[in-house]
């Protein structure tokens, strides 16, 4: 029989978008599809020592910040699907709650208070997503294809009929894309579909574990015809990803308050949300405040999303990205914008930096740092390392500032503790950046200073 616990009042939200109470024994309770305020009865699925973990089933005292879900994929019932974890709070409480994250890890993880809290960085909250990985799955008991994110908690892939997180226009791709597969020889062995957009393309990378007949290919031409997309292929790695027929509108966004258009291949990494990517790219220029005269590096420079926009304003800029691939295609985009004569690229793994590859990639004014969800702690060290023994680096000066944009709050955390607690610096400003609305995903960007 289902245990159905007391009722619990609800006081804060966890990392998972679940609510966190206390029981009569003083255990916490991790509560999926409740909210700060909230009193509610509570079915319990897992048990340990010290902390619970169920599903509300009883709310007795709503939140006033509690919504109507705008996704009907969205909620605890059975097949629902898993991308979004929040719908059900008010958007502009769900930027309040990842803006505390954001401060709580800081103090909690790195025993760092920013001198300052910036406004939150937000943006439109549905159509927003500009990438995503939908699953595929044949079904053969069903006779039928399902095209989208898997069920909440599941390995399955949830039967979506419309996704309000992607572009309207991709999200009516959905059930076409499902008759377009169920009619194919290979369907069964059509893994994933990846969706990149650009300003002016939508592109669509077709995973395929056996080639493909003449027969598929012009079904797949059709489609694109029909529906106005570019598909690619992918056989087996990233790396083999081509265009079904050459041509057609290259795949590339823009930052127009730079002046800059970056093209990038549909497997390449690029921000997910380019509404929020453009006033990202802004603030950060901003907050660092480049000087004609200064030499920058960027670190974990990717396409260069960050340093073209820099050099339209240093001296010099370096970017540096540990994936060679990603150094080529930097390099053909400062080109490509006029910015090669001032902009430089090398492959690097950051992961493994030292005070020595530190010192050797030369002394620069002020600092870009976007890394992985990994953070960059290797980096973080070796700066911490050289302050507390110059030696290690004779002759190499910090920068005076650094803006670090993060997808991860707790290894922003840890970077920052070893950079104000070790290196010299003052962590002068810090926010939230709502890059993913209606998921528990944590953007942020923060400022340090010497």
């Not at 901003?286 to 920058?296: F, G, I, M, P, Y």
Request: proline residues 6%; glycine residues 8%; aromatic residues 6%.
């Amino acid at each position: 029989m289902t245990q159905v616990s007391e009722w619990l009042k609800i006081d804060s939200l966890d990392l998972e978008a679940q609510g966190v109470a206390h029981n009569e024994e003083g255990k916490v309770v991790f509560v999926e599809g409740a909210l700060p305020g909230e009193q509610v009865q509570v079915t319990v699925g897992r048990k340990k020592n010290n902390w619970e973990q169920g599903t509300m089933v009883a709310l007795r005292r709503e939140s006033p910040l509690r919504v109507t879900p705008g996704c009907p994929h969205f909620g605890l019932h059975a097949g629902a699907c898993g991308g979004c974890k929040m719908q059900h709070l008010h958007a502009s409480a769900q930027v309040a709650v990842k803006q505390r994250v954001v401060e709580d890890n800081l103090w909690h993880l790195g025993k760092v208070k920013p001198e300052r809290l910036l406004r939150p960085i937000e943006g439109p909250t549905w159509g927003y997503r500009y990438r995503a990985r939908f699953s595929v799955r044949y079904v053969a008991k069903k006779g039928q294809v399902l095209i989208g994110f898997h069920e909440r908690k599941s390995r399955y892939v949830a039967d979506m009929q419309v996704c309000k997180v992607v572009p309207e226009r991709v999200s009516d791709l959905l059930i076409p894309l499902r008759e377009l597969i169920s009619s194919m020889e290979e369907r069964d062995r059509l893994p994933q579909i990846e969706l990149a957009m650009g300003d002016d393309v939508i592109a669509l990378v077709l995973r395929h574990l056996n080639p493909l007949g003449a027969a598929d290919l012009q079904r797949l031409r059709d489609f694109a015809a029909q529906h106005g997309v570019q598909w690619w292929l992918q056989p087996k790695g990233p790396d083999t990803v081509k265009l079904l027929d050459e041509g057609g509108t290259e795949l590339s966004y823009s930052l127009p308050e730079f002046g800059v258009v970056m093209p990038f291949k549909p497997t390449d990494f690029t921000q997910v949300n380019p509404h929020i990517n453009t006033v990202l790219v802004g603030r950060a220029l901003r907050l660092l405040a480049v000087q004609k005269h200064e030499r920058v590096i960027d670190w974990f420079c990717g396409l260069g999303n960050f340093t073209l926009p820099l050099a339209t304003q240093a001296r010099e800029v370096l970017g540096i990205e540990g994936s060679e691939t990603l150094v080529q295609r930097s390099r053909e985009n400062a080109v490509r914008n006029g910015l090669a004569a001032n902009t430089s690229f090398v492959a690097r793994n950051l992961f493994e930096m030292t005070p020595e590859l530190l010192a050797a990639d030369g002394s620069a004014d002020k600092w870009l740092v976007d890394p992985p969800r990994e953070g960059a702690f290797a980096l973080a060290k070796a700066i911490a390392d050289i302050a507390q023994d110059p030696n290690l680096a004779p002759g190499w000066t910090p920068p005076k500032r650094i803006v670090y944009v993060s997808c991860n709050p707790a290894t922003l955390a840890r970077d920052a503790g070893l950079l104000v607690n070790l290196a010299g610096y003052r962590c002068t400003a810090a926010s939230a950046v709502n890059m993913f609305p209606h998921t528990a995903h944590v953007e942020s960007i923060a400022v340090f200073e010497r």
